[in-house]
């Protein structure tokens, strides 16, 4: 069964500062991945997305993630955080192989971001 | 992309009644989903909204406590049925496209709270 693990619950860093949120995943090949953001009271909105190719991928609000068959890994990352940036970020992969086209979703990170 | 609205916002019901939720999508899309984020939680998929058939419920979820129509391609309603406090959730509706690798764009979501 596919699943997808991020390991930090929660991560507090200071504005202007880098960041790295980690995800993990379980699946037999390749999925397709992605990461949303869920800010306070809103849905989620699609901040990048790998299919294939490139395993760098570059997304919306200056994030990036980087792709690592080896390691089953999907970290989401930015190299200078700002205030607006808190928010809940979710990492999710869907089946590459078939026709089942749902999202698993890990259980979210929160980022809190100090002045 | 496809922009997603949801009605009603948010809602308090009391123990014992229903609850209909509508989903509207500003184009004709493949997929709809329908997912349930409880309080501090990830998204849990409730169910796959099929045009003209059935819905295919997760491991779960049931058809009578969520029935789901979807009459069109841009359109569906999800029902909580018969609530309990436990029902007190965000549900979110999602859209994707059929062979666009299973991205999924969220609607804002619904906050219920049942008392």
């Known amino acids: 069964a596919q699943s997808v693990t991020q390991p930090d619950i929660h991560i507090t860093v200071s504005e202007g500062a880098s960041l790295e949120l980690r995800c993990n995943y379980s699946y037999g090949a390749t999925p397709y991945l992605f990461w949303y953001v869920q800010s306070p009271g809103q849905g989620l909105q699609l901040l990048l997305k790998?299919?294939?190719?490139?395993?760098l991928v570059q997304g919306i609000k200056g994030f990036e993630a980087e792709f690592k068959r080896s390691q089953s890994s999907f970290n989401l990352r930015k190299p200078s955080v700002h205030w607006s940036d808190a928010a809940e970020y979710f990492c999710?992969?869907?089946?590459?192989?078939?026709?089942?086209?749902?999202?698993?979703f890990g259980k979210g990170t929160l980022l809190t971001v100090n002045p | 992309s496809a922009v997603i609205s949801q009605k009603p916002s948010r809602d308090i019901c009391q123990r014992g009644t229903s609850l209909t939720i509508q989903c509207q999508v500003d184009?004709?899309?493949?997929?709809m989903f329908w997912y349930r984020q409880q309080p501090g939680q990830s998204l849990t998929l409730i169910a796959t909204?099929?045009?003209?058939?059935?819905?295919?419920?997760e491991s779960g979820f049931v058809i009578d406590k969520f029935p789901i129509s979807r009459p069109n391609l841009t359109f569906s309603t999800l029902t909580v049925s018969n609530m309990s406090p436990e029902d007190s959730s965000i549900y979110l509706c999602s859209a994707g496209y059929r062979g666009s690798y299973n991205e999924q764009f969220f609607g804002p979501g619904t906050r219920l709270t049942v008392l």
């Open positions: 790998y299919f294939s190719g490139d395993t």
């Open positions: 999710a992969l869907s089946d590459s192989g078939g026709s089942n086209y749902k999202l698993t």
């Open positions: 184009s004709q899309v493949t997929m």
């Open positions: 909204a099929n045009q003209g058939s059935e819905a295919t419920y």
